[in-house]
């Protein structure tokens, strides 16, 4: 039960085994395709010629860790921004958790607690912290009592709506198809 994306193999196993990997991977997830944003915690990993731990990147010099995201190709559609909100990411993580990501998920009372826990951090509105209680609890194992409830319609058992449901090709080619229907529904909506 892990994620499997269309990334590098080495991409993957990096988010299988570090939570801080898979963190800041759901913090790049916005506005670039998921592959993008879930890749990007290894590439800076090679650029830092090492795994990067939330002290040390709390704690890096913004300027140079922009130039890190800036770098092409960049992280990001918007590496100073994201630079920036990873780094106020992993300041939460150390002031909040003693840089421990993982304490993010192990402690939580349950799954209301968690959702809490997440939604507390920079960057995470309620649907972004519900797709990574959904993504904890279906692909790591993370099941605290009620975290399907708290993930709302993303901790559906056979739903396809976000990262948290990609496990091959096809799911991914669903996700996508929910993906651009939400969007042409909120478009149509507008007009």
């Known amino acids: 039960m892990?994620?499997?994306?269309?990334?590098?193999?080495?991409?993957?196993?990096?988010?299988?085994?570090?939570?801080?990997?898979l963190l800041l991977g759901m913090v790049l997830d916005q506005q670039v395709p998921m592959e993008k944003a879930f890749s990007s915690p290894y590439v800076l990993a090679q650029r830092l010629g090492h795994e990067p731990d939330a002290r040390e990147l709390?704690?890096?010099d913004p300027e140079a860790l922009v130039a890190l995201f800036a770098e092409p190709p960049a992280l990001h559609r918007f590496p100073k921004a994201m630079a920036a909100r990873v780094?106020?990411?992993c300041r939460v993580l150390v002031e909040r958790y003693d840089g421990d990501p993982a304490r993010l998920w192990s402690?939580?009372?349950?799954?209301?607690d968690l959702l809490r826990r997440v939604?507390?951090?920079?960057?995470?509105?309620r649907q972004k912290a519900q797709i990574f209680v959904a993504l904890l609890g279906k692909r790591f194992g993370v099941t605290p009592e009620g975290w399907r409830e708290?993930?709302?319609?993303?901790?559906?058992?056979?739903?396809?709506?976000?990262?948290?449901?990609?496990?091959?090709?096809?799911?991914?080619?669903?996700?996508?198809?929910f993906k651009q229907q939400m969007k042409a529904a909120a478009k149509a909506g507008k007009g």
Do not use: C, H, M
């Open 87 to 89: 780094q106020e990411v």
């Open 119 to 125: 939604g507390e951090l920079p960057g995470f509105g």
């Open 2 to 21: 892990t994620l499997s994306l269309p990334i590098d193999p080495q991409a993957n196993e990096l988010l299988a085994r570090s939570p801080l990997a």
């Open 58 to 60: 709390a704690g890096y």
């Open 150 to 177: 708290a993930a709302g319609g993303y901790g559906d058992t056979d739903a396809y709506r976000s990262v948290a449901d990609v496990t091959d090709p096809d799911s991914l080619r669903r996700v996508r198809e």
């Open 107 to 112: 402690e939580a009372a349950d799954g209301r």
